[in-house]
């Protein structure tokens, strides 16, 4: 007759057992995506920062035609600045320009997503008639481009929607 089994041959089996699923996941996740690779690629460029800031794609002056949607859309000429910034740093400012307006603020990195081609900004702004707080969304289209996406609440508590593209200043 075998010897009985103590609570702490039961313990180290269940370890084992999950330390081996553990395993056996991490390789299918290794396999379909492979391994992170924070090198210069073939071309020898340095790849982009993986810190977490404002990838470099984003970085430089913004400029084009952004619309409020509503009732009576509203056009704005936006420019945009980004910069150097981690997350929560001051990364830039903004200006909207319209017949008998303009707005300055400063942007704030809150969010890079993960694939790197979406931040999120926080604004600001600091003189003017705008709303004074808001969320910016740029996304990387083609080169030179990004595609912008605002929300924030107006004075009245409504919810403020601007939407719209922006080219690379050369």
């Known amino acids: 007759m075998p010897a009985p089994h103590s609570r702490s041959d039961r313990s180290f089996q269940l370890w084992a057992a999950a ?3 553990l395993g056996a996941l991490l390789a299918a996740l290794i396999t379909k995506y492979g391994l992170p690779s924070f090198s210069s690629d073939s071309s020898g460029r340095t790849p ?3 810190d977490g800031g404002v990838p ?3 970085l430089g002056q913004w400029r084009g035609d952004v619309t409020e949607e509503g009732v009576r ?3 704005y000429a936006a420019a945009v600045s980004i910069t ?3 997350p929560g740093g001051e ?3 903004i200006e909207y320009t319209a017949p008998g307006l303009l707005c300055k603020g400063v942007l704030v990195l809150q969010e890079v997503g993960d694939d790197r081609r979406t931040i999120t900004l926080g604004e600001e702004i600091r ?4 709303v004074p707080r808001g969320r910016i969304t740029l996304t990387a289209g083609a080169e030179r481009h990004v595609t912008f996406f605002y929300t924030g609440k107006k004075h009245d508590g409504t919810l403020q929607v601007v939407k719209g593209a922006l080219d690379k200043d050369a």
């Not at 003189?127 to 705008?130: E, L, T």
């Open 56 to 58: 470099d794609a984003f």
């Open 48 to 50: 982009a920062r993986h």
């Open 91 to 93: 990364a830039g400012g």
């Open 19 to 21: 330390i081996t699923a």
């Open 127 to 130: 003189s003017g008639r705008c």
């Open 84 to 86: 150097e910034a981690g």
């Open 73 to 75: 859309p509203s056009v």
